[in-house]
T-cell receptor, first 113, second 115 residues
Framework: DAGVIQSPRHEVTEMGQEVTLRCKPI?????LFWYRQTMMRGLELLIY????????DSGMPEDRFSAKMPNASFSTLKIQPSEPRDSAVYFC???????????FGPGTRLLVL | AQSVTQPDIHITVSEGASLELRCNYS??????LFWYVQSPGQGLQLLLK??????LVQGIKGFEAEFKRSQSSFNLRKPSVHWSDAAEYFC?????????????FGKGTKLSVKP
């Protein structure tokens, strides 16, 4: 079975540009999570969805960040405009409600110059 | 507030030696506890988890962890470390029920293995 798929794996962009990160959860999973990992702050939950509905977005840093889940098999995390401090690895994870174990994608390494 | 503490940022052990990685949590109810491993440039892989029952849980790659409620700990152990175990290890706590599903992660412990 395919795991969680994230694209792109690496992204280098300039400050002020829009960045869109993509995630395809494991088929059948109905919860999806976006995390950010930095050396300073470790792994932080940004937002999570249940059945395509955002449940908790309190971790989203500011209005420049937005996330959508238009259907059960796709989610995006958008940063507009991007800033150098957004440089991090962004992970997507999915789970089946009731199973409790989150399965992580390989991450997108973002560098904002 | 819920929190997870991994006191050791970096540990170095010799190949073949035993390993114990510490994890302490703060949580108001019975926690769900996890250990994940992250190899360089990779995502997180679940090693093991504790929900209830036997407090000693076995995971993949020869790892085990013991839940000690009295100490609010969930330490990860392996009797004999292999060079391929070099990675970063994350402890996490979660509460589940209904629509909740977020995990709180510790800052991680980086494991280096000497030949």
């Amino acid at each position: 079975d395919a795991g969680v798929i994230q694209s792109p794996r690496h992204e280098v962009t300039e400050m002020g540009q829009e960045v869109t990160l993509r995630c395809k959860p494991i088929s059948g999973h109905n919860s999806l999570f976006w995390y950010r990992q930095t050396m300073m702050r470790g792994l932080e939950l940004l937002i999570y969805f249940n059945n395509n509905v955002p449940i908790d977005d309190s971790g989203m840093p500011e209005d420049r960040f937005s996330a959508k889940m238009p259907n059960a098999s796709f989610s995006t995390l958008k940063i507009q405009p991007s800033e150098p401090r957004d440089s991090a690895v962004y992970f997507c994870a999915s789970t089946l409600a009731g199973e409790e174990t989150q399965y992580f994608g390989p991450g997108t390494r973002l560098l904002v110059l | 507030a819920q929190s997870v503490t991994q006191p050791d940022i970096h540990i170095t052990v010799s190949e073949g030696a035993s390993l114990e990685l510490r994890c302490n949590y703060s949580y108001g109810a019975t926690p769900y506890l996890f250990w994940y491993v992250q190899s360089p440039g990779q995502g997180l892989q679940l090693l093991l988890k504790y929900f209830s029952g036997d407090t000693l849980v076995q995971g993949i790659k020869g790892f085990e962890a013991e839940f000690k409620r009295s100490q609010s700990s969930f330490n990860l152990r392996k009797p004999s470390v292999h060079w391929s175990d070099a990675a970063e290890y994350f402890c996490a706590v979660g509460n589940y029920g209904g629509s909740q599903g977020n995990l709180i992660f510790g800052k991680g412990t980086k494991l280096s293995v000497k030949p």
